[in-house]
């Protein structure tokens, strides 16, 4: 096995302890969802979409752990580095870059490293196009626009 389906595994194993079966459902869409978007994001970047890949998968998972959004992108850091510590797998520079891109995923109106950016990118993505039905929330309607000229969409 790859280590991204390892650690999509060891990823399905916390969701899955999720009580509310809609909430499980809705949090699994998205960390796969954003999974993809980052992986096409950092392959067009020239980027490592492993690690894109991973990173996505881990960005909101201290939210679903907990039920609460406060501070989830910097808990989630520190959450990802303990998972990646288990699964055992990256090095200290790759762990570093997963965890940063979790650590700044939130910081929408500011621009971090372009593995940060990738994740960012990512999740306004999956938020603006999982359904085009609802409209784009005006934190998020700047980079969006930005990433619709920059793929042509
Ligand atoms: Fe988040
Ligand atoms: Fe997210």
């Keep these: 096995m790859g280590r991204l389906k390892d650690l999509r595994a060891m990823v399905d194993a916390e969701l899955?302890?999720?009580?509310?079966?809609?909430?499980?459902?809705?949090?699994?869409?998205?960390?796969?969802?954003?999974?993809?978007?980052?992986?096409?994001?950092?392959?067009?970047?020239g980027l490592d979409p492993e690690l894109a890949a991973m990173a996505a998968m881990l960005h909101d998972l201290h939210a679903y752990k907990t039920g609460s959004y406060d501070d989830h992108a910097h808990r989630g850091a520190e959450l990802a580095r303990k998972i990646l510590a288990d699964l055992g797998q990256t090095d200290e520079r790759e762990t570093d870059l997963i965890c940063s891109a979790v650590y700044h995923h939130d910081d929408k109106l500011v621009v971090d490293g372009p593995m940060d950016e990738v994740l960012k990118d990512a999740d306004v993505i999956h938020h603006c196009m999982n359904d085009l039905s609802k409209a784009v929330k005006d934190k998020e309607k700047a980079r969006f626009e930005a990433l619709c000229a920059e793929f042509g969409m």
Excluded: F, Q, W
């Design 16 to 45: 899955n302890r999720m009580e509310n079966p809609d909430k499980r459902i809705s949090a699994a869409n998205h960390l796969y969802g954003v999974s993809l978007a980052a992986t096409m994001i950092a392959r067009r970047r």
